[in-house]
């Protein structure tokens, strides 16, 4: 029995739909792609405000490392959430 050239795996077919370079907003209710420059150590969402921290694993491979929080109490502050939520 000859073997299909033309026939791919599972993973082979999600690689092509795969972004690299780019990252998500980690806002459950913004979710948007976001392109960091290369070498960046921060980026913040064009679409939410919200900023984060980010670590390269290669020269093309963003990974967010995690929020920056001066930026993100400010954005709560505005916003008035924090007085529903007292801590």
């Given at each position: 029995?000859?073997?299909e050239?033309?026939?791919?795996s599972?993973s082979e077919t999600?690689?092509?739909?795969?972004s690299f370079?780019k990252?998500?907003?980690?806002n459950?209710?913004?979710?948007?792609r976001?392109?960091p420059t290369?070498?960046s150590?921060?980026i913040?969402c064009?679409?939410?405000?919200?900023?984060y921290?980010?670590?390269?694993?290669?020269?093309n491979?963003?990974?967010?490392?995690?929020?920056?929080?001066?930026?993100?109490?400010k954005?709560?502050e505005?916003?008035g959430?924090?007085?529903n939520?007292p801590q």
């Amino acid at each position: 029995m000859a073997i299909e050239s033309t026939k791919v795996s599972a993973s082979e077919t999600l690689t092509k739909t795969r972004s690299f370079g780019k990252i998500r907003c980690h806002n459950p209710s913004c979710m948007k792609r976001m392109e960091p420059t290369p070498g960046s150590k921060e980026i913040t969402c064009p679409t939410c405000g919200m900023a984060y921290r980010i670590y390269w694993l290669g020269p093309n491979l963003p990974r967010i490392r995690g929020p920056v929080w001066d930026v993100n109490r400010k954005l709560i502050e505005k916003s008035g959430s924090s007085k529903n939520n007292p801590q």
